[in-house]
């Protein structure tokens, strides 16, 4: 999430949100404001009420394979402060997450002795007993 907001950052949209299907009516979030970045996921119905909220002064750009899923309630919460370009940037390119991979490399940022994918809802992990 972080590659694909940091890949399709701009000036002229300085509040943009990202948006994947995480399933059973829930989506991934990163929010890129001109202050913040908040990543995380929750009912999308839910985010969007309350960003509408939040952002009611602002025009927000909406990105990633979510925003499809959820475009008739972003024209709903949102109304003309949505923009969607045409066509939506769906996901980050290989290239980005490549360059994003190999700063943390040699940062030695995030390494860990076990994979676990970012993308899946909260999973506590439980050391098996020796």
């Given at each position: 999430m972080k590659a694909f907001l940091a890949e399709f950052n701009s000036p002229l949209f300085p509040y943009t949100i990202a948006l994947f299907n995480a399933f059973n009516k829930d989506v991934y979030f990163g929010i890129k404001t001109p202050t913040s970045e908040e990543i995380g996921y929750k009912n999308g119905e839910q985010l969007l009420i309350e960003l509408s909220k939040q952002l009611n002064q602002h025009q927000v750009r909406f990105i990633g394979s979510g925003t499809k899923l959820l475009?008739?309630?972003?024209?709903?919460?949102?109304?003309?402060?949505?923009?969607?370009?045409?066509?939506?940037?769906?996901?980050?390119?290989?290239?980005?997450?490549?360059?994003?991979?190999?700063?943390?490399?040699?940062?030695?940022?995030?390494?860990?002795r076990q994979l676990n994918p970012l993308y899946l809802k909260k999973i506590e992990y439980q050391k098996a007993p020796r």
């Open positions: 475009h008739p309630l972003l024209v709903t919460y949102f109304k003309d402060r949505a923009y969607i370009p045409d066509p939506i940037p769906m996901s980050a390119s290989i290239e980005q997450i490549g360059r994003v991979g190999l700063s943390q490399f040699l940062t030695q940022q995030g390494v860990t």
